[in-house]
């Protein structure tokens, strides 16, 4: 029994937020972000539009492709740290507006990786029989969780919502394995600083900067590329395949260098991997389901395609799974 894709949705909220905007706002230049970046434009979220709408959408977008209702739907996972609240889980806020009656809903925090740990969860569910449709969701709303005054962040990230519906089904389709890793001796280069029990909010000393991201770019930059390019190596080993049999590589879409760089190392060719960053910016777990429905739609995957896909975030956290579409 395999767990295979057989939806696919996203959703982009549909205000265009420009580098050439973002110049009037901070001290930098289209240039200097294209450059450093790949970045051309992001999407913003209205003020009344949250991550758990935009799961919503996206996740509506993958039932109807399958022609499945909601309340056929077992699990939903979803991969966020820009949730509605800091609990209860925003899957299962996604879970009440879909109507999955029946889903158990939860949330993982694994920051950009967040769609491939659900992903590796909603696999174990169903290719141990519990359950036979799986929504998983990679869902966020940085731009609340960003300092629009700093240059350094606020260029890189965007927002929007990705989802798949996985099926439990007999044959060679469906995930092959997920390679799943955590450093947290680390965590501090790319993180959130409030408002956990770490440092809680306080009525003497509410202090709004601890709930923007920090980042140590050039340390995740580095960081980057070698997980990207060892968990790509690990999950091909794993099988033993090599580039060449890969139909389709969707790496997290966070810096057109990184992938870059990335794809020079495992020696993919032009037209293999996927890109849309100059789109969308980084919207952390959101960007490999996004990307896999616009291949999707785009009519870029075919029946027995071995489709690689591989991430990095904050914890650190990476993972590189396989599957044969
Ligand atoms: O999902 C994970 C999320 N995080 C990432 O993917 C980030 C990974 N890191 C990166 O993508 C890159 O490190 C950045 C794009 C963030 C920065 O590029 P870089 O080539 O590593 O630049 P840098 O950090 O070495 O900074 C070079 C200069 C600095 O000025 P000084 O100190 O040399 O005078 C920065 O202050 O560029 C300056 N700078 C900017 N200048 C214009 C930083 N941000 C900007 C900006 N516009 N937006």
New binding site residues.
Partial sequence: MKARIVGTGSYLPEKILTNFDIEKM????HD??VT??GIEERRISAADEDTSDLAVKAAQRALDMAGVSADEVDLIVMGTVTGDYPWPATACLVQAKLGAKKAFAYDISAA?SGFLFALSCADDFLSHGRGKKALVIGAEVFSRAIDWTD??TC??FGDGAGAVLLEAQEGDSGVLSSHLHSDGSHFEM?YQPGFGTRNPPSFEGLEARLTFLR?Q??E??KF?VRSLTEVSKEALNAHGFSSEDVGLFIP?Q??L??LEATVKRLKFKAGQYFVNVNKYG?T?AATIPIAIDEANRGGLLKEGDLVLMAS??GGFTWGGTLLRW
């Fill in positions: 901070v001290d930098t230049s200097w972000i450093r970046t950009c240059r350094n260029v890189l790319l980042m770019g050039n995740v930059y980057a997290h966070a810096n260098r990184i980084n952390s990095f975030g």
